[in-house]
């Protein structure tokens, strides 16, 4: 035989019943102790049969107890005007509606709770004390009633409160979770396109001229196809170290290279030269080995991809790259090159995202970057800060 798993709504109305045999409970016995105490040591009358009907129709109100507190304590302040037997659920409504109501409401009650039993012991005497210190003590009751329930109600917010902030803050925590997932993921498509995008920008120049000159001598084709074996390599290694290095997981437990940085810029453009390309540096940095690491990758970043745009969309067409500025007044980069008569639609694998993700690499580093077209040439300015 299988058991019914228990829905939400089972489990909720687990504690209220609980709550409310408990209530029905203590009510019962405390009113029947009052009439058994009261009527123990003297001859039935009338007011015996006035007792246990205040007891009883006071019992019945816990019924209605957890849904309508107010109502259901009213009726039992209005008994205990008639009789001590409706003290219990009087005081037990008072307590309920303390807990669960707004103050000024719970105040009410408890005084027209007081003024009841200030009806009850001016023709009932309470027996064994005195008129004035049995209201004394009926008052500070309902002060305590109203105090613990206030207490709990605000004990229970607090706890709300506490529980829904933890609720924002894991949500939050998850939140940022997901946003350092998703900033990972741009930085190493940003890297993967900077890198790849320059080797294999240099790799198609010499596979080009190998499918275009098929006339050329046996060397310059083992030249040619050895310069591309050697790209495909070190597209592939360096494809390794930059997924290694955004990981903080070396490969194979080896060091990897460091970041090119703004002294690798020469470098860089002895490769394009390599390729075919005319490009033309002027560099006047002062100190480029000392620049910022952040500043340096990205300006180092953005020669290499105008270079490899050039490649692709204006291959032949002269490079003009102007770097200049150092500590206290910034770096600025300069590069232009003519545009081709029918400039080329950017390859598949480039996506023509290359400006877009430089463009916010460059704004990251804190700096502004702008392109366009004029007077027959495409000219790409980048601004960086370099503090002093």
């Known amino acids: 035989m299988t058991?019914?798993?228990?829905?939400?709504?089972?489990?909720?109305?687990?504690?209220?019943?609980?709550?409310?045999?408990?209530?029905l409970g203590a009510s019962g016995v405390l009113t029947a102790m009052t009439i058994v105490g009261r009527w123990s040591d003297r001859p039935p009358g009338?007011?015996?049969?006035?007792?246990?009907?205040?007891?009883?129709?006071?019992?019945?109100?816990?019924?209605?107890?957890?849904?309508?507190?107010?109502?259901?304590?009213?009726?039992?302040?209005?008994?205990?005007?008639?009789?001590?037997?409706?003290?219990?659920?009087?005081?037990?409504?008072?307590?309920?509606?303390?807990?669960?109501?707004?103050?000024?409401?719970?105040?009410?009650?408890?005084?027209?709770?007081?003024?009841?039993?200030?009806?009850?012991?001016?023709?009932?005497?309470?027996?064994?004390?005195?008129?004035?210190?049995?209201?004394?003590?009926?008052?500070?009751?309902?002060?305590?009633?109203?105090?613990?329930?206030?207490?709990?109600?605000?004990?229970?917010?607090?706890?709300?409160?506490?529980?829904?902030?933890?609720r924002r803050a894991e949500a939050e925590q998850a939140r940022r979770v997901a946003e350092a997932r998703m900033l990972e993921r741009r930085q190493i498509a940003h890297e993967m396109h900077d890198v790849l995008a320059h080797r294999l920008s240099l790799v198609a120049t010499f596979a080009g001229a190998m499918e275009y000159r098929p006339d050329s001598s046996p060397e310059q084709l083992s030249r040619a196809a050895g310069i591309v074996r050697d790209g495909v390599h070190q597209a592939l290694d360096e494809l390794r170290e930059v997924i290694s290095l955004l990981r903080d997981e070396p490969a194979g437990g080896e060091s990897v290279r460091?970041?090119?940085?703004?002294?690798?810029?020469?470098?860089?453009?002895?490769?394009?030269?390599?390729?075919?390309?005319?490009?033309?540096?002027?560099?006047?940095?002062?100190?480029?080995?000392?620049?910022?690491?952040?500043?340096?990758?990205?300006?180092?970043?953005?020669?290499?991809?105008?270079?490899?745009?050039?490649?692709?969309?204006?291959a032949g067409r002269p490079v003009r790259v102007d770097v200049r500025g150092g500590p206290g007044t910034g770096l600025e980069i300069d590069v232009r090159n003519e545009l081709a008569p029918e400039r080329a639609a950017p390859s598949a694998w480039s996506g023509g995202a290359g400006l877009a993700g430089l463009t916010e690499r460059v704004h990251l580093a804190g700096g502004r970057l702008d392109h366009q077209a004029v007077e027959g040439e495409f000219r790409l300015h980048a601004s960086l800060p370099w503090p002093a």
């Open 3 to 23: 058991s019914v798993p228990s829905t939400p709504e089972d489990c909720e109305q687990r504690p209220r019943a609980a709550s409310l045999a408990l209530l």
């Open 46 to 166: 009338p007011l015996l049969a006035l007792d246990i009907a205040a007891g009883v129709l006071g019992w019945l109100t816990m019924l209605l107890m957890r849904r309508r507190p107010v109502a259901a304590s009213a009726v039992a302040t209005v008994l205990a005007a008639l009789s001590p037997a409706a003290t219990a659920p009087a005081t037990i409504g008072a307590l309920q509606v303390a807990r669960r109501g707004r103050f000024p409401v719970a105040a009410a009650i408890a005084a027209a709770g007081v003024a009841a039993h200030a009806v009850q012991g001016a023709w009932r005497s309470p027996g064994g004390l005195s008129y004035g210190w049995w209201l004394a003590l009926v008052t500070a009751g309902y002060g305590a009633l109203l105090g613990w329930g206030a207490w709990a109600q605000a004990r229970e917010a607090l706890i709300r409160s506490l529980h829904e902030r933890a």
């Open 258 to 314: 460091p970041q090119p940085v703004l002294a690798d810029v020469p470098r860089l453009v002895e490769e394009s030269r390599d390729a075919g390309a005319e490009v033309l540096l002027r560099q006047a940095v002062d100190d480029p080995a000392e620049a910022p690491p952040t500043v340096a990758r990205t300006a180092y970043r953005v020669i290499q991809e105008s270079l490899t745009n050039a490649r692709k969309h204006a």
